[in-house]
T-cell receptor, first 113, second 122 residues
Framework: DIVMTQSPESLAVSLGERATFNCKSS????????????LAWYHQKPGQPPKLLVY???TRESGVPDRFSGSGSGTDFTLTISSLQAEDVAVYYC?????????FGQGTKVEIK | QVQLQQWGAGLLTPSETLSLTCAVS????????WTWIRQPPGKGLEWIGE?????????NPSLKNRITVSVDTSKNQFSLMLSSVTAADTAVYYC???????FGSGRLPGIWGQGTMVSVSS
């Protein structure tokens, strides 16, 4: 199985400031046939199911605000919130869908400083 | 809009079989991936398995000997059965629909059910 490792475990950021989360896969999730990284990001607010934010490492899902951006390739990925809003308090998960079983990172919890 | 409503027994004793059903309303059943994911209390997400509308399945090998995911297209429902449960199977179980009718990113859960807490205790 591909192991997904996220850092940091938690993050406290002031409103309006940038938040950055990291995700590392134990093997590359870049597919040679289409040059796509099979990497997605979700966030999960308390008491709610997760919500898909980004797929193909950098494509925002429909309706996701443009303050969320994903980057990276191969084994190292980043999700950035350019200006943290109160409603962004959540746990953020990365997931690979390159090789079954699809696996998630352990999550990064974001709080307001 | 598309909604997923899930139900099933919330309290099981060890060795029983977990059974959950997810009903889809407000949208088409065909062409999508249908997925089960679980989350132990206070922990992260674990992908359980997926099924297409035509019944092709893909399971997490860690559960493969105990899991069955099935689909009933006549009712726009899909189901999860997990046999021989133990305390380690205690979790919130989510059903979800793929984000789009496509391979690759289409299988990613884009619409989720509300979750069902399943506890296993003697």
């Amino acid at each position: 199985d591909i192991v997904m490792t996220q850092s940091p475990e938690s993050l406290a950021v002031s409103l309006g400031e940038r938040a950055t989360f990291n995700c590392k896969s134990s093997q590359s999730v870049l597919h040679g046939s289409n040059n796509q990284n099979y990497l997605a990001w979700y966030h999960q607010k308390p008491g709610q199911p997760p919500k898909l934010l980004v797929y193909w490492a950098s494509t925002r899902e429909s309706g996701v605000p443009d303050r969320f951006s994903g980057s990276g390739s191969g084994t190292d990925f980043t999700l950035t919130i350019s200006s943290l809003q109160a409603e962004d308090v959540a746990v953020y998960y990365c997931q690979q869908y390159f090789s079954s079983p699809w696996t998630f990172g352990q999550g990064t919890k974001v709080e307001i400083k | 809009q598309v909604q997923l409503q899930q139900w099933g027994a919330g309290l099981l004793t060890p060795s029983e079989t977990l059974s959950l059903t997810c009903a889809v309303s407000g949208g088409s059943f065909s062409g999508y991936y249908w997925t089960w994911i679980r989350q132990p209390p206070g922990k992260g997400l674990e992908w359980i398995g997926e099924i297409t509308h035509s019944g092709s399945t893909n399971y997490n090998p860690s559960l493969k000997n105990r899991i069955t995911v099935s689909v009933d297209t006549s009712k726009n429902q899909f189901s999860l059965m997990l046999s021989s449960v133990t305390a380690a199977d205690t979790a919130v179980y989510y059903c979800a629909r793929g984000r789009a009718r496509s391979f690759g990113s289409g299988r990613l859960p884009g619409i989720w059910g509300q979750g069902t807490m399943v506890s296993v205790s003697s």
